[in-house]
């Protein structure tokens, strides 16, 4: 069965605490979006600001693939405002909980039952394509939410959404109403389910397993409190799980991490490093048991291939590594350690484990370096030159000169902050002679204070895909960072260049 992927990043997603985008913010996630394949974009909700409007609109007149929904409280001016912006599909809901009748409305079930049907009426006596919600459905007395939504499917209702909108349903029960509402409509049926017990992504399937043929969701399951169903769980697990029935989206999964970046990068939102599919965390292995498996078979501990998703293995030594993993890292940079040597690495890696430190791909080379004598580990890039001005009223801005294998090149560019600005500057650098990009960069402090130690993580990237990651430790934000991201081009380089020689022997 084809799964219809209905995205409200823009809209649930949106509403987020603390999370607000600017009009051409939206339309570039909504362009994302589209490109990885959802069938349709919940672009926002008409009547909540102008910003909103024009977003709704720009998006609208970017002709993409997907379906543009808005959404519409069950009253005619929210359609009208959804009418106004040139919306032609709307999702449109009224509560139907006791609860929420009694506190929020101040309605009788009567008196809701009226409104949902009058607006369903309205929105299709103006030609619109209609989506309606009973909000707070699984917290709503069973027999009522069947007799709302056979009523509004007879006033012309297209579609249906049963939202479980404060997270409180069971799998099971999600099934049995959705059953109810397949029944009772005939229509075809949305699930719209919260993250409030960690269960959003279950229930999504369970609806689907129970007849509806969409789920509203969000990437990287942002939304109100505890979020949405998460879009790239829900599509990976239809497609990746055992079901008695083949299921299908239109989802380009292998554009999953990329998007999931591009909407955590632009709505401030962190992803936490253990979560499914896209957290960092999900396809990287330390324990020694788990990379030697994962080096005869990823199957053994990988339950797909983390190419499907856009994302590639990692791996990393510390006090759980093993022999089989830290040579395979070592390799990838020519190092082939001999048996006595590869047990003083691991043994310096181990002691640094149990230190509580985190070793890197930068220390983990620095060790081997040191126990094998090698001396073609060396910096290719050199950092000789750098200056940065920020304040407020001015644009930061940063020159950055660096010696790369023995040439100069320098560089100058702008940014948001001073680190941004300098970062920019040494890409404008890389990114002409080796098609380096930073592809991450995270800044911890460890100890309180203005005089705070700084953590700064980053990975790179080059145009083959190979990927480095370096740490840096220092005082000063800005130049900790460029030194992380010097020591993350060195290693990547220095990867390039190993391979080179291997091929070229
Ligand atoms: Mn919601």
Redesign the pocket.
């Known amino acids: 069965m084809r799964v219809r992927i209905f995205d ?1 990043t823009l809209r ?1 997603g949106e ?1 987020s605490p603390g999370v607000s985008l600017a009009p051409e913010q939206k339309l570039t996630i909504a362009k994302k979006l589209d490109e990885l394949g959802v069938d349709a974009i919940e672009a926002g909700f008409p009547l909540v600001s102008d910003g909103e409007r024009k977003a709704i609109k720009m998006i609208i007149s970017e002709n993409l693939s997907a379906e543009i929904c808005g959404l519409a409280r069950a009253n005619k001016k929210d359609i009208d405002a959804a009418i106004d912006v040139g919306l032609k599909y709307i999702h449109t809901f009224i509560a139907t909980s006791d609860i929420h009748l009694q506190y929020k409305l101040k309605l009788s079930r009567d008196e809701v039952l009226a409104k949902a049907i009058e607006a369903v009426e309205y929105g299709k006596s103006r030609g619109l394509q209609v989506e309606f919600s009973a909000e707070d459905a699984t917290r709503s007395d069973r027999e009522f939410l069947k007799k709302v939504f056979g009523e509004v499917a007879k006033a012309g209702a297209d579609r249906i959404d049963i ?1 479980d ?1 404060v997270g409180y349903s069971t799998p099971q029960y999600m099934a049995e109403i959705t059953k109810d509402a397949v029944e009772v409509t005939k229509l075809p049926v949305s699930v ?1 389910c ?1 993250n409030d017990f960690g269960l959003a992504v279950a229930n999504a399937i369970s609806g689907i397993q129970a007849g509806a043929q969409c789920a ?1 969701v969000t990437i990287n399951g942002i ?2 409190r505890a979020g ?1 169903a998460s879009l790239e769980e829900f599509v990976m697990s239809l497609q990746c799980l055992q079901f008695s029935e083949k299921y299908e989206t239109g989802i380009k999964t292998e554009l999953l991490y990329d998007t999931s970046r591009f909407v955590s990068k632009l709505v401030g939102m962190t992803v936490q490093p253990n979560k499914a599919i896209v957290g960092e965390n999900a396809f990287g292995h330390e324990s020694g048991i788990h990379t030697h498996g994962v080096l005869s078979n990823p199957l053994t501990y990988e339950p797909i291939s983390p190419e499907l998703v856009g994302r590639s293995r990692w791996l990393q030594v510390g006090k759980h590594a093993g022999i089989h993993g830290m040579n395979a890292m070592l390799e990838e940079y020519g190092l082939r350690p001999d048996k006595e040597q590869a047990n003083q690495i691991l043994d310096k890696v181990k002691n640094l484990g149990d230190q509580g430190k985190h070793v890197t791909e930068v220390e983990l080379l620095t060790i081997a370096s040191e126990v094998m004598k090698e001396r073609g580990i060396k910096r290719i890039v050199q950092l000789t030159g750098f200056s940065v001005s920020t304040g407020i009223g001015t644009m930061p801005y940063a020159f950055v000169k660096l010696n790369i294998d023995g040439k100069e090149f320098s560089a100058t560019d702008h940014g948001v902050g001073p680190v941004d600005a300098s970062l920019n500057a040494i890409q404008k650098i890389t990114g002409k002679i080796s098609e380096v990009r930073i592809k991450d960069y995270g800044l911890a402090s460890i100890s309180g204070g203005s005089d705070a130690l700084c953590e700064v993580t980053i990975k790179v990237e080059d145009a083959q895909g190979n990927i480095a990651s370096a740490k840096s430790v220092g005082e000063d934000i800005v130049t900790t960072s460029v030194q992380a991201v010097i020591d993350g081009l060195n290693r990547i380089m220095l990867k390039k260049l190993l391979k080179e020689k291997k091929v070229g022997n």
């Open positions: 409200t649930d509403q939202p909108t719209h919260h509203h939304g109100e949405n």
